[in-house]
């Protein structure tokens, strides 16, 4: 056997053969690996010694083993072992064994190749494939995925706490599920599926313990080979305090502080639109203008903060005699604008008299317990089919609540004939 040393010396795997542990042969490579200047410093020392402590009772039971009959001659499966070098490096060698015959003797042939840089490789694969997971596990976001029909095919662990669930009870069920609103979701599949992808959609979603939460979702559609629609993948977040946030502020931006109703521009935005119903459905609107009567002489007379508090009492009371589909707004300062919609001039008249009633009836006192009361003037005006916009019906109110004020407050007046006279005041 190996008559052409020659040949295991050009083979680029270290191979060293041992008797009784002991390195009788040892080929270019072998030398190579473990860094000896030449053959003699290998020849005659224990194989074992360049082993790893922590690998030499492994290393020597395989070796054992080989010799035994049951192996059959055959090399015994390659393991890796940590190798020190003549110059004390360590390496990580994957080594393979088997039974032979040196010299008429039994033998042991070792073959092995350095792994040291694809260790290497490993630890880095391993270290990056952790730092992934520990970025995938602490993720904020939710990541998923699910097939054509819906299925949540994959769900990241996020889904704990945006959803209080594991990801193995939302695996495998649709996702339509938690979504409170059919609708949502129904918007959320034609966006993918006209855009191929969509960018912070918004949503809304259950949790388990049944609370509603915002969440916005950012997600691609997914295509087989054959470019068919294979389902759809990305992430979705919990927005709610963000939403919540865009809601008070949408709140501040459109309600008044003192009375809680809608301000100026929010009662306008809102009366366009119930204008625009209204026109287009042919049903009957009408618009009150209020304006309290001499406030001024009772921030004078009380003081700004009872001026503030009469307000607030003011808008109350127009407020008890309203429905729910009523728009009522401050416009500033001390006037105010109802839109009565689905509602006639005599309904609207009948609505501004209880206003008008109310408001005298309330009996107001200051801290020092002065009592006082207020007075409104009430401008009316009914949608005509001749009007361009709002603006005509709102400038119709606003001359009708002038008039109301020269005529001498605490009534309603309109431009519209009330009643059998023609701008007749009605002050009941
Ligand atoms: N306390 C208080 N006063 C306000 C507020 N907004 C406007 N005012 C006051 O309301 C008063 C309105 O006065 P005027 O426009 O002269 O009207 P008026 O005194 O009600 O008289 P007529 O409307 O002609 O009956 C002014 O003195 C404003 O300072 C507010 O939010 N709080």
């Given at each position: 056997m190996f008559h052409d040393l020659s040949l295991l010396h050009t083979l680029p795997a270290a191979v060293l053969v041992t008797q009784e542990g002991a390195i009788r042969f040892a080929n270019a490579a072998s030398m190579a690996l473990l860094e000896a200047p030449s053959t003699d410093s290998l020849i005659g020392r224990l194989s074992g010694d360049f082993v790893h402590p922590m690998d030499r009772v492994r290393s020597t039971n395989r070796i054992q083993q080989v010799a035994v009959p049951e192996q059959g001659g055959r090399p015994n499966k390659s393991s890796e072992f940590r190798i020190r070098t003549l110059q004390g490096n360590l390496r990580m060698v994957l080594i393979s064994s088997v039974a032979v015959e040196w010299n008429g003797a039994p033998a042991v042939l070792m073959c092995g190749l350095d792994m040291t840089h694809q260790s290497e490789i490993e630890a880095q694969l391993r270290e990056s494939e952790q730092n992934f997971r520990r970025l995938f596990e602490n993720m904020q976001d939710v990541y998923y995925r699910t097939d054509a029909q819906g299925i949540v095919q994959h769900v990241g662990p996020g889904v704990r706490r945006v959803l209080g669930y594991e990801p193995h009870e939302i695996e495998g069920r649709t996702a339509e599920s938690y979504y409170p609103q059919s609708t949502d979701r129904d918007a959320f599949k034609?966006?993918?599926?006209?855009?191929?992808e969509v960018s912070d959609f918004p949503g809304q979603m259950v949790r388990r313990d049944g609370t509603v939460i915002d969440i916005s979702i950012s997600s691609h559609a997914l295509y087989d080979h054959a470019g068919n629609f294979?389902?759809?993948?990305?992430?979705?977040?919990?927005?709610?305090?963000?939403?919540?946030?865009?809601?008070?502020?949408?709140?501040?931006?459109?309600?008044?502080?003192?009375?809680?109703?809608?301000?100026?521009?929010?009662?306008?935005?809102?009366?366009?639109?119930?204008?625009?119903?209204?026109?287009?459905?042919?049903?009957?609107?009408?618009?009150?203008?209020?304006?309290?009567?001499?406030?001024?002489?009772?921030?004078?007379?009380?003081?700004?903060?009872?001026?503030d508090r009469a307000l607030v009492a003011f808008a109350q009371a127009v407020k008890n005699q309203l429905r729910a589909s009523d728009t009522v707004g401050r416009l500033g300062g001390e006037e105010f604008g109802v839109l009565l919609p689905l509602t006639s001039m005599d309904e609207g008249l009948e609505v501004a008299k209880r206003i008008l009633h109310g408001?005298?009836?309330?009996?107001?006192?200051?801290?020092?317990?002065?009592?006082?009361?207020?007075?409104?003037?009430?401008?009316?005006?009914?949608?005509?089919?001749?009007?361009?916009?709002?603006?005509?019906?709102?400038?119709?109110?606003?001359?009708?609540?002038?008039?109301?004020?020269?005529?001498?407050r605490d009534q309603i007046a309109s431009l519209e004939p009330l009643g059998e006279q023609p701008n007749r005041q009605v002050a009941e």
């Open positions: 034609a966006a993918i599926m006209e855009h191929g294979a389902g759809v993948e990305g992430i979705y977040r919990d927005v709610t305090q963000r939403k919540n946030l865009e809601r008070e502020l949408q709140r501040l931006a459109t309600t008044d502080m003192l009375t809680g109703m809608a301000n100026r521009r929010a009662f306008l935005e809102c009366a366009e639109s119930v204008y625009a119903h209204s026109r287009s459905n042919g049903e009957p609107l009408t618009l009150l203008m209020l304006d309290l009567d001499h406030f001024k002489s009772i921030n004078d007379r009380f003081g700004h903060l009872e001026g408001v005298r009836a309330l009996q107001l006192s200051d801290e020092a317990g002065h009592a006082y009361g207020i007075t409104a003037s009430l401008g009316l005006s009914t949608f005509r089919q001749a009007d361009r916009s709002l603006r005509d019906m709102l400038d119709r109110a606003d001359q009708a609540l002038y008039l109301a004020k020269n005529q001498g």
